[in-house]
């Protein structure tokens, strides 16, 4: 992973990778294409971090993968969510939330 404007705050990468095969099976360099495209370019998955991300996902269950064909006719792995992946997402994205409305409400001026 690296920094474009914005780092990913650890254990964010998992949910967000998620997140991009909810649009449909991709390869790696597909999901990254996405995650960057999303967030205004500003952030940057790296294949060291994306590639690990997507074969731990595999083997919990939460993605499946089979072969096929990129854009340019090269051999690609090609990913997609499956159910326990949907449910995974749905509650990653509750806690995410929570999270956020938790710091926002630290990050509020102090009351005078």
Request: without cysteine.
């Amino acid at each position: 992973m690296t920094q474009s404007g914005l780092e990913l705050v650890r254990g964010t990468l998992d949910m967000l990778v998620l997140q991009a095969l909810t649009w449909g099976p991709l390869h790696g360099y597909g999901v990254a294409g996405v995650l960057r495209r999303r967030s205004g370019e500003e952030l940057v998955v790296e294949e060291g971090a994306l590639y690990p991300a997507l074969h731990r996902l595999e083997q919990r269950g939460l993605v499946g993968s089979e072969w096929g064909l990129s854009e340019n006719n090269r051999r690609a792995r090609y990913y997609q969510l499956t159910a326990a992946g949907r449910r995974h997402l749905a509650a990653e994205v509750d806690a995410w939330r929570r999270y956020r409305d938790a710091v926002d409400q630290v990050l509020l001026p102090a009351e005078a």
